[in-house]
Structures are given as structure tokens and as C-alpha cells.
Nanobody, 115 residues
Framework: QVKLVESGGGLVQAGGSLRLSCAASGSFWRINVMGWYRQVPGNQRELVASISPGGSTSFADSVKGRFTISKDNAKNTVYLQMNSLKPEDTAVYYC?????????WGQGTQVTVSS
């Protein structure tokens, strides 16, 4: 079973940047499309960015042009670079496979953007 550990969140002012990291155990995750999700209390988890095994990326309209997703297979890590952050980006961010059978969810990392 793949274990996912997210980090890099924090408090940032609007317009600022953060880079989130998702460390995955083992190498099995590499054959999956991996995504970054976010969740605000009371709302469903939202997929904001994904990256395929071949490196193709996709983004939700709400973050397009501001967020980038990348991965380092050698480090078993998936990254989310977030620029031009807005207060509405405030959420807990998680990474996981984009699949009907995702891996066990990690604890997530809190991102708070102040106005």
C-alpha cells in the first residue's frame, strides 16, 4: 500500500506563493495519474491539478495559470507550486491517485491565504 505524506502548507498573504510536496512510499504510485486535491470544511474534495505517468498535466479552471504540478520519480515526490494565491485557495490540500480506487488519504497540509 502506498503511503502519502503532504507538507509545505502554511499561512501566506494574497499574491504570495507556496510549494507543496507529497512524499510517496515505494514506486507503485508512478504508474498512476497523481493529483492534488483540496477540501474546505463542509465541501467535497476538489481535484485541482493532475499529472500523468508521462508528465502530462491538467488543471482546474480556478487555478489554471497560477498552479503547476510536477514530480520527481527518483525522490518519489509530487509537487504543487502555487503562485498568485487568493483567499479562496484556502483549504487542506491532499495528494492521491486520480482513480476510483485511490490510495489511503494522507493527513493533508493546510494552506491559508490572508487577504
Amino acid at each position: 500500500q502506498v503511503k502519502l505524506v503532504e507538507s509545505g502548507g502554511g499561512l501566506v498573504q494574497a499574491g504570495g506563493s507556496l510549494r507543496l510536496s507529497c512524499a510517496a512510499s515505494g514506486s507503485f504510485w508512478r504508474i498512476n495519474v497523481m493529483g492534488w486535491y483540496r477540501q474546505v470544511p463542509g465541501n467535497q474534495r476538489e481535484l485541482v491539478a493532475s499529472i500523468s505517468p508521462g508528465g502530462s498535466t491538467s488543471f482546474a479552471d480556478s487555478v489554471k495559470g497560477r498552479f503547476t504540478i510536477s514530480k520527481d520519480n527518483a525522490k518519489n515526490t509530487v509537487y504543487l507550486q502555487m503562485n498568485s494565491l487568493k483567499p479562496e485557495d484556502t483549504a487542506v490540500y491532499y495528494c492521491n491517485a486520480v482513480s476510483s480506487r485511490p490510495f489511503a488519504w494522507g493527513q493533508g497540509t493546510q494552506v491559508t491565504v490572508s487577504s
